[in-house]
């Protein structure tokens, strides 16, 4: 068990491109982590270089007291899962999960016992005869974690742990992993791109765009608070409303209508300030009725969610569009002329280089 | 719509009647009919023939190639007891076994598990000059591999400093085995090369992770994933080393026999000896050697996928 340190660190391509950009990140002991971002965004190559896989350009990497920076992935002790989770074809479960207890030459024995004792704790049991092609995905996903407990190492990489499975089983993974991480202990890492994913399993998330840290916080800051508008749109299963203004005699200007100045952002702002404002579908209303400090406008578009809907309102002047999230038995039909409403506390305002106003 | 019936439901698709395509059968036949034809015309014609020849006292010149006589198992029993018949058979074993067996497959594979860990450019200028070996004509080849080895001139004798060594009156055997690695190694190179881009990189990551060097990553990623494709490679360049003529170019079989490998061994017979029907009797044992060799080979690819 460990912390994850990384310093100014840095992993330059040929050609110049970074795919780590200045990361100093500090990933607590016991902590279930996430690397989120858009592909190509550096998540991977993190944590590959974390992993040792990758060689990093400059700066460091600390796991616990030791300095890693130059080890051998083997010398690290880290174990990695893969996305396609990498198991060997040719060798039966059993040999699979004892594979790191083989490259350390213990004996046959001890290894199979060991290999019964891992795969009990991860449900794989009457399964240690068999071939990963045998088994069903989610099967395979625990045998390849199986192969990372088995090494008794101090933290766990997963790249892209739940993408390989289907919708459902998906899910059931997710809290499958959520249960495990705490029960191990072991410091874990995991990339994804799904934000949703991120949101669900991690303790802490950090959010990459080229290479760079974008905000690093708890999956309720990181939703709630964004740092700018990229995390505002990247992360949520439906993007934040954002929409152009400037602030104008204690409102904010959208179009020609009148918005309130977002709670955080109060006294923070100046008259005539080019912002951007912006506002979440879930913590959006609409209402059928004049509602003053409300923004006016005309559904367009309405998608069924489920047990909600997801409904689009254009407003009149600049076709700006407002997403909002209504309870299933509450949907306006198309055409129907209402009030988008709001808490101003579940609003925020960017300024004109996308950064949040406020604390 | 009641489900039909079991057994009442329509049956053309269970019946086998041997149109499978639905194309009707003189159709079929009649799309296969060119391939079959060049395969007769080409293939088991000329086996046929052999056999024919080989039970006939067949010459290329004087009164038995005008009249040839059927003398039944004859030339078998003369080559089976000819010394020169197991010499060569000798001489060829250990040719296929040093330039094809170990030669090819071992530079093949050397060459291509490099390549997996160089930059791409140097990758591809290897490539090339590897493949340049293997596509050149062989005349063209062995002109240069003579001015090689040439004893007084040689580029080999001035490379190591080793005087007048004839090496291809010394070395026959030695040199066309060297000869016929160097020329076939790309086919291999290009096999194992492509073999080895089929192992998945994360499974090579997964053991290098856990601390594995580069033998046990070989031996439990690496290789299961390419036994397959060694078996076929192997299969291949033994049967093509077993055919190989080109060696005669360099040292036509000699001296004194001693690079005598059979293909030679049958030319010499049979067109320089005019024996026609001896050499085509050798010819069919050697098909029969190439049978044997190809159904072993198969049997035990066969054996790896159940």
């Not at chain 1, 809290?175 to 669900?200: I, M, N, W, Y």
């Not at chain 1, 979440?280 to 003053?292: C, H």
Request: aromatic share 8%; glycine share 8%.
């Amino acid at each position: 068990m460990a912390s994850i340190t990384t310093s100014s660190l840095i992993k330059e391509y040929p050609g110049g491109v970074r795919g780590v950009d200045e990361m100093d990140v500090t990933i607590h002991d016991g902590e279930f982590f996430a690397l989120l971002g858009p592909s190509g965004c550096g998540k991977t190559t993190l944590l590959r270089t974390i992993a040792g896989l990758e060689k990093s350009t400059s700066g460091s990497i600390k796991i616990g007291d030791r300095e890693v920076t130059n080890m051998e992935p083997g010398q690290r002790r880290v174990a990695m899962v893969f996305q396609d989770y990498a198991l060997f074809p040719h060798m039966s479960i059993a040999d699979n999960i004892a594979y790191p207890l083989k490259i350390q030459k213990v004996a046959k024995t001890e290894r199979h016992s060991r290999a019964e004792e891992v795969g009990d704790k991860l449900s794989l049991q009457g399964l240690l005869e068999r071939r990963p092609g045998q088994l069903s995905g989610g099967q395979q996903q625990r045998v390849a974690l199986a192969r990372a407990v088995t090494s008794r190492p101090d933290v766990f990489l997963f790249d892209e742990p739940l993408s390989n499975l289907d919708a459902r089983l998906r899910l059931e993974a997710r809290t499958f992993l959520k249960k495990l991480q705490p029960d191990l202990g072991v410091t874990t890492v995991f990339v994804t791109h799904d934000q949703a994913e991120a949101l669900a399993l991690a303790d802490r998330i950090a959010i990459m765009r080229s290479g760079k840290m974008q905000q690093l916080g708890t999956p309720r800051e990181v939703f709630q608070r964004p740092a700018n508008t990229f995390v505002a749109s990247f992360v949520g299963s439906t993007s934040m409303n954002l929409l152009k203004g400037t602030v104008s005699a204690g409102s904010v200007l959208i179009g020609r209508q009148r918005v309130a100045i977002p709670t955080d952002a109060v006294d923070r702002v100046g008259d005539g300030q080019e912002i951007t404002w912006g506002a979440r579908p879930e913590y959006l209303d609409i209402s059928l009725v004049a509602a003053p400090g409300g923004l006016e406008g005309t559904v367009t578009v309405s998608e069924n969610l489920g047990a909600s809907a997801l409904i689009t309102v254009e407003l009149p002047e600049n076709g700006d569009l407002v997403q909002v999230v209504v309870s299933e038995d509450r949907e306006p039909g198309i055409g129907t002329h209402v009030w988008v409403t709001f808490e101003p506390r579940r609003t925020l305002l960017f300024d004109s280089e996308g950064l949040r106003i406020g604390d | 719509m009641p489900a039909p019936a079991a057994g009442t439901g329509p049956s053309r698709a269970v019946v086998d009647d041997g149109d499978v395509a639905g194309l009707g059968k003189a159709r079929a036949v009649a799309f296969l009919a060119p391939g079959l034809l060049l395969i007769s015309l080409f293939l088991v014609f000329p086996a046929l023939w052999t056999l024919y020849l080989g039970l006939t006292n067949y010459r290329l010149s004087g009164s038995a190639a005008k009249n040839p006589q059927f003398v039944g198992i004859d030339n078998y029993i003369h080559a089976l007891s000819d010394d020169r018949f197991f010499n060569s058979l000798g001489l060829t074993l250990i040719f296929v076994f040093g330039s094809a067996v170990i030669g090819q497959s071992a530079l093949g594979f050397a060459i291509a598990w490099t390549m997996t860990r160089v930059r791409k450019s140097v990758r591809a200028v290897v490539e090339f000059f590897v493949l340049l070996a293997w596509i050149i004509p062989s005349s063209v080849t062995t002109f240069l591999w003579y001015a090689m080895l040439d004893r007084s001139n040689g580029t080999l004798n001035a490379m190591l400093s080793t005087g007048n060594t004839a090496w291809l009156l010394d070395y026959p055997l030695q040199s066309i085995i060297v000869f016929n690695t160097w020329v076939g190694t790309a086919f291999s190179m290009l096999l194992f090369s492509s073999a080895l881009a089929s192992v998945p990189p994360s499974q090579l990551e997964s053991a290098r992770m856990v601390g594995a060097g580069p033998w046990a990553q070989f031996r439990d990623v690496v290789f299961p994933h390419i036994r397959g494709h060694v078996l076929t490679n192997t299969l291949l360049i033994t049967l093509w080393t077993f055919n190989t003529f080109t060696p005669y170019l360099l040292t036509a079989g000699g001296p004194d026999d001693r690079s005598n490998i059979l293909p030679i061994f049958i030319y010499r017979l049979a067109l320089n000896d005019g024996a026609l029907g001896q050499g085509s009797a050798i010819s069919l044992i050697m098909i029969i050697i190439n049978l044997v060799i190809a159904t072993v080979y198969l049997r035990l690819l066969k054996e790896r996928k159940s």
